[in-house]
């Protein structure tokens, strides 16, 4: 891991770029070296053997994960060498070219393979640069948060938290951008949208100003968040801008770590933060790994971006980050062009030679999406946007970055292309399997000789680069259950890549009851192909002439596909959740003060509504719901003494272990401040979750589990047909 002292891995971004080159030009040399099939035995057993006691010493830096990294891509080149060369059918246009598609798509893996070990290699954590303490020296912050159709409770939560932000007196403000009570939409034609969104319009702009924020509306809803934003920057003139999203939550600490690195740098146009989500997302909900396993993003946020800060390619995520007016205002503002004008925005700037920064601490808490309909809508957008870039903006062809830059833009829009490569290896077997059409000539042997390595190659290079922050076969459960959706949402922007409209992300639903996703559908026609190439696949094994080589191959690639779509199923069955505002776990002895009589409680959890307490065992307290009850915020980690008063909602389990479920009781504005701040306020907070949850230990275990669990819920899901269908 690189050390906290040595100078910004940028400068050396050059060297890294060209040595790169030239190492990966050295190992296809060495890889392409034609073997016999007795060497190539050895060679590959020792190559995973090798890799096998990589795995167990865990090579976090230096010599060792470099040895690894070149290793891993030596066997994945000779794999790939050896498909293109040996394996590819050639004996009609028909195979041909559906041998090519799967050669392509596992092309386009072996492509991020050298991406990701190249940007990944030896990842640069930034020295802590603090903002300043007097006012004089602190550059001015406007703190923007857009929105468009986001409840009000949630918003108050985020501009509370805004306005609490700790940064010197009298040098940010806050702004809350509505595109949801626009002059359009209040003069709309249908009376009753017009009138709803004139309530909104007055509702928000009578909470900014109790609140003591500043509210912005526009004519029209023109360009979406971006248009939404460039519109305030009309009417704020802060130094610095921090981007909020709605349900954002910022810690206090948020100016305090990011602002001095404008301070030092006037060349720096951003400085991005992690996205952290209190709640789970529909996987990790439906599947119950919130609490044990890394969200999807903390791959990204944990590792990727670090390595593309490395490279001066960190880009700008939308939200959660601080950027300079000036440089913005020098491209007319927030660019527009694609629907992720948010990483548009940051090619632009990076192309002018002005540099991002990256600080891997959490410091927002937000919401991810709560349905799986929600995470489509978000995972389609995201994807329809990186392609648009990818056709429009090219950054292999844009002028000004580096190829170091080039490479980290590549990257980032290369990813997004995984929905159309995963619907190929889905469908690619088939050919063969149902129709009897040659998408792969070898044998098993062969396979075992190249593809072993390759395999055993690329699940080392995911622990070795992502073990704390990503499970074996998470990966590819949250691949398969986007593939089908955002496949034709890229399809879309093939045809056409300026047809995509922006579409907002739902947040903050509430699922009062168990129901499967209508999104499920080509989940079940998916499944029932992939069933039918299984049995058929099952039958050539028995009396194909080609001989059980080629579809023993075939077959096991189909099988890992059809356990990955029932293991969906499980994602697809949407389990309850009540609360818009998650309960977050948080242990710690609290004094309740039940109205002159007090007893030492065991804290379990906080939200921004409420809390729950266990009582002692044996205490002869005996509250009922309605009684009301006091503590002190020192008791929940506040600096400072301030009374909270509690009103008991629930009373539940036994006599040895009574659990109480609170609600607050608000009867003025510092009260809502405290709480605010109790909940939100410490970004140590969510970076304790984040770590404990970030092992790789056990990780044998752990992929058991999430396969037991998936097919348990997918289970679940079937029962749940059954029943709607009797009834």
Same mark, same amino acid.
């Given at each position: 891991m690189a050390g906290h002292k040595r100078k910004p891995a940028s400068e050396f971004a050059g060297f890294r770029t060209a040595s790169g080159i030239l190492v990966l030009l050295g190992v296809a040399m060495i890889a392409a070296t034609p073997t016999t099939d007795g060497?190539?035995?050895?060679?590959?057993?020792?190559?995973?053997?090798?890799?096998?006691?990589?795995?167990? &010493?865990?090579?976090?830096?230096?010599?060792?994960?470099?040895?690894?990294?070149?290793?891993?891509?030596?066997?994945?080149?000779?794999?790939?060498?050896?498909?293109?060369?040996?394996?590819?059918?050639?004996?009609?246009?028909?195979?041909?070219?559906?041998? &090519?598609?799967?050669?392509?798509?596992?092309? *386009?893996?072996?492509? @991020?393979?050298?991406?990701?070990?190249? @940007?990944?290699?030896? !990842?640069?954590?930034?020295?802590?640069?603090?903002?300043?303490?007097?006012?004089?020296?602190?550059?001015?912050?406007?703190?923007?948060?857009?929105?468009?159709?986001?409840?009000?409770?949630?918003?108050e939560v985020t501009i509370t938290a805004a306005l609490n932000v700790s940064y010197a007196p009298g040098k940010a403000k806050v702004y809350l951008l509505d595109d949801g009570g626009t002059v359009a939409k209040r003069n709309q034609a249908d009376p009753a949208k017009a009138a709803e969104a004139l309530e909104r319009h007055e509702r928000l702009r009578a909470l900014c100003d109790r609140l003591g924020a500043t509210y912005l509306t526009r004519e029209k809803n023109e360009h979406a968040k971006a248009g939404n934003i460039n519109s305030a920057l009309q009417h704020t003139d802060g130094d610095l801008i921090l981007i909020l999203d709605a349900d954002h939550v910022p810690s206090a600490d948020i100016l305090w770590r990011t602002v001095g690195y404008f301070v030092d740098d006037p060349k720096l146009f951003l400085v991005q933060t992690p996205h952290f989500f209190l709640n789970p997302d529909p996987l990790e909900r439906n599947l119950g790994t919130f609490r044990k396993m890394p969200s999807?993003?903390?791959?990204?946020?944990?590792?990727?971006?670090?390595?593309?800060?490395?490279?001066?390619?960190?880009?700008?995520?939308?939200?959660?980050?601080?950027?300079?007016?000036?440089?913005?205002? =020098?491209?007319?503002?927030?660019?527009?062009?694609?629907?992720?004008?948010?990483?548009?925005?940051?090619?632009?700037?990076?192309?002018?030679?002005?540099?991002?920064? *990256?600080?891997?601490?959490?410091?927002?808490?937000?919401?991810?999406?709560?349905?799986? /309909?929600?995470?489509?809508?978000?995972?389609?957008?995201?994807?329809?946007?990186?392609?648009?870039?990818?056709?429009?903006?090219?950054? @292999?062809?844009?002028?000004?970055?580096?190829?170091?830059?080039?490479?980290?833009?590549?990257?980032?829009?290369?990813?997004?292309?995984?929905?159309?490569?995963?619907?190929?290896?889905?469908?690619?077997?088939?050919?063969?399997?149902?129709?009897?059409?040659?998408? *792969?000539?070898?044998?098993?042997?062969?396979?075992?000789?190249?593809?072993?390595?390759? !395999?055993?190659?690329?699940?080392?290079?995911?622990?070795?680069?992502?073990?704390?922050?990503?499970?074996?076969?998470?990966?590819?459960?949250? =691949?398969?259950?986007?593939?089908?959706?955002?496949?034709?949402?890229?399809?879309?922007?093939?045809?056409?890549?300026?047809?995509?409209?922006?579409?907002?992300?739902?947040?903050?639903?509430?699922?009062? /009851?168990?129901?499967?996703?209508?999104?499920?559908?080509?989940?079940?026609?998916?499944?029932g192909i992939v069933f039918l190439g299984e049995c058929a696949g099952l039958i050539r094994l028995l009396v194909d002439p080609i001989g059980p080589g080629v579809v023993g191959v075939l077959l096991l690639w189909n099988s890992f596909h059809f356990f990955l779509l029932i293991a969906a199923l499980g994602v697809l069955y949407e389990r309850p959740q009540r609360r818009i505002f998650p309960r977050f776990e948080r242990e710690g002895a609290v004094h309740l003060d039940f109205i002159g009589k007090g007893v030492t409680a065991r804290l379990t959890d906080i939200s921004i509504t409420g809390l729950g307490c266990v009582l002692p065992a044996g205490s002869d307290c005996n509250p009922e719901p309605g009684d009301r009850v006091r503590l002190d915020a020192v008791d929940l980690g506040m600096a400072h003494s301030q009374q909270i008063d509690l009103r008991v909602e629930k009373v539940f389990g036994t006599s040895e272990a009574r659990r109480l479920g609170f609600s607050y009781v608000i009867e003025d504005p510092l009260q809502w401040q405290t709480i605010v701040a109790l909940v939100y306020a410490r970004s140590q907070n969510w970076k304790t979750f984040q770590e404990e949850r970030a092992t790789s230990e056990g990780m044998v275990l752990k992929v058991i589990f999430l396969m037991r669990d998936s097919l348990h819920h997918a289970m679940a899901h079937i029962r749940y047909l059954r029943r709607e269908r009797n009834t």
């Open positions: 060497v190539q035995v050895k060679l590959a057993a020792v190559t995973v053997a090798v890799l096998m006691v990589m795995a167990w &010493l865990k090579p976090m830096g230096g010599p060792f994960r470099l040895f690894t990294l070149l290793l891993i891509v030596f066997t994945s080149t000779r794999y790939m060498i050896w498909r293109g060369v040996e394996t590819i059918p050639h004996d009609s246009p028909v195979t041909l070219i559906g041998g &090519l598609m799967l050669f392509g798509a596992e092309g *386009y893996g072996y492509v @991020l393979l050298l991406l990701s070990a190249f @940007l990944s290699v030896d !990842i640069f954590r930034r020295r802590p640069k603090p903002a300043p303490l007097s006012p004089e020296k602190s550059p001015s912050v406007d703190i923007l948060v857009p929105s468009y159709n986001e409840d009000e409770d949630l918003l999807e993003n903390e791959m990204f946020y944990s590792v990727i971006q670090l390595g593309l800060d490395s490279v001066n390619a960190s880009f700008f995520c939308g939200s959660a980050a601080v950027l300079r007016r000036e440089h913005i205002m =020098e491209i007319g503002g927030i660019s527009g062009d694609t629907i992720t004008e948010d990483a548009e925005t940051a090619l632009e700037l990076h192309s002018r030679g002005y540099r991002s920064a *990256y600080v891997a601490r959490p410091m927002v808490a937000g919401l991810a999406p709560e349905t799986f /309909s929600g995470f489509i809508v978000q995972r389609m957008r995201w994807a329809q946007g990186m392609v648009q870039i990818f056709l429009l903006k090219n950054p @292999l062809v844009k002028k000004g970055l580096s190829l170091a830059q080039r490479i980290g833009y590549l990257n980032s829009c290369f990813y997004w292309f995984f929905p159309l490569a995963r619907m190929i290896f889905i469908l690619g077997p088939l050919l063969y399997l149902l129709f009897g059409v040659r998408v *792969y000539v070898g044998d098993f042997d062969d396979f075992l000789m190249y593809g072993a390595p390759h !395999i055993v190659g690329s699940l080392m290079l995911s622990a070795t680069l992502y073990g704390r922050t990503r499970w074996a076969i998470a990966s590819e459960l949250y =691949e398969i259950i986007q593939t089908i959706h955002c496949s034709g949402a890229i399809l879309q922007v093939l045809k056409n890549p300026r047809a995509p409209e922006f579409a907002v992300t739902p947040k903050g639903e509430s699922l009062e /009851s168990e129901f499967v996703s209508p999104l499920a559908k080509p989940f079940y026609w998916l499944i």
